[in-house]
């Protein structure tokens, strides 16, 4: 080993979905919207003036930030922008998870959680989710550093009642806990309301999945303004333009077609529901999922042979290698045509 090595920070790093090339394909396995953004969001990228680009673009994001507040009703203070909700959480833990305390995510869970606290050196626990893969509130209901967790959960899809979110709050309101509602959009109801009666609540959202932008990287959060504050301290101490100019106009004027976020969000439950009975018919099981995904498992074939098969015939989805995961694809909801590809293959395969 040379000497310098030794001071290398060496973390276990997060595995993203793969991104095949070519265009014969489907592609089901990275939960992306199947459908284009907004109509305004193609016209505004074309009326985009490039004399732009060679300034920097607004610390503040005060473009994108005052659109939020328009479309949440929340105010302008309590909410922070950044590159995709990934960035946004990995900001929230250097800022607000620096206990000595380990703080808490569930076993099965977004892979990131682990990442991240191995490479800002954050203790964690985490609690194991019950036979039928949801969580337990009662299992956070114990001193920590501070919580994190997806709801709808990922890779399982599961949704816990908001009610169920209130009470892991309320039973940890001298930590700060971030909900990771990625897939809210799919199914479920937001948090944020709750955050203006908890002040150490930070919930957190995307405009990867439910407004079809994977590609801008837009994240934002929502919470009291003092830990918005906090957040914004931070992220100048070692950033000031963490996002670019078009993911900033172009995230706005996203947020102004309501009509037609609405109508892209049905068509992806509606075909989710409809893929829920024909895997079953083929059958797969998987919990009830509330995400733009389903995590199922077939009861006669293993997961990682219909994976392969798949991936062979240009047929892309998830597949964990890993301790509870590995008998389960994750499959993200795609068009019509291209879920009823990946049945047709199925039935042939299976």
Known sequence: MKPW??????????????????????KLNTNENPYPPSPGVKQALAQMDCDWFRK?????????????????????DRIFVGVG??????????TFFNSRKPILFPDVSYSFYKVWA?????????????????????????????????????????LMPLSEVEDIIAHNQESVVILDE?????GGESGIKLTEKYDNLLVVQTFSKSRSMAGMRIGCAYGHPDLIRALNDVKYSY???????????????????????????DKIIYTREQAK????????????SMANFIFASHKERRAEEIYKALRDNNIYVRYFKQPRLDNHLRISIGTDEEMEALY?????FL
Do not use: W
């Open 182 to 186: 990625a897939y809210i959009d799919f």
């Open 5 to 26: 090595e030794a001071n290398i920070r060496r973390v276990a790093p997060y595995v993203p979905g793969e991104q095949p090339k070519g265009e014969k394909l489907i």
């Open 118 to 158: 191995d490479l800002f050196r954050i203790p964690y626990e985490t609690p194991a989710l019950d036979d039928n893969f949801c969580i337990r509130k009662e299992d956070y209901y114990r001193e920590n550093g501070g919580i994190i967790f997806p709801n709808p959960n990922a890779p399982t899809g599961l």
């Open 85 to 94: 909700s990934d960035d946004v959480i990995a900001v929230a833990f250097m």
């Open 277 to 288: 009975i024909r895997l079953g018919e083929l059958g797969f099981s998987f919990p009830d």
């Open 56 to 76: 920097y673009p607004d610390p503040a994001a005060t473009v994108l930030i005052k659109a939020l507040s328009k479309t949440y009703g929340v105010e302008e």
């Open 239 to 265: 950033n000031s333009y963490t996002m670019n100019i078009p993911s900033l106009v172009l995230g706005a004027k996203a947020l102004e077609d309501d009509k037609y976020f609405k109508e892209t969000l």
């Open 344 to 348: 047709i293959f199925l039935k042939e």
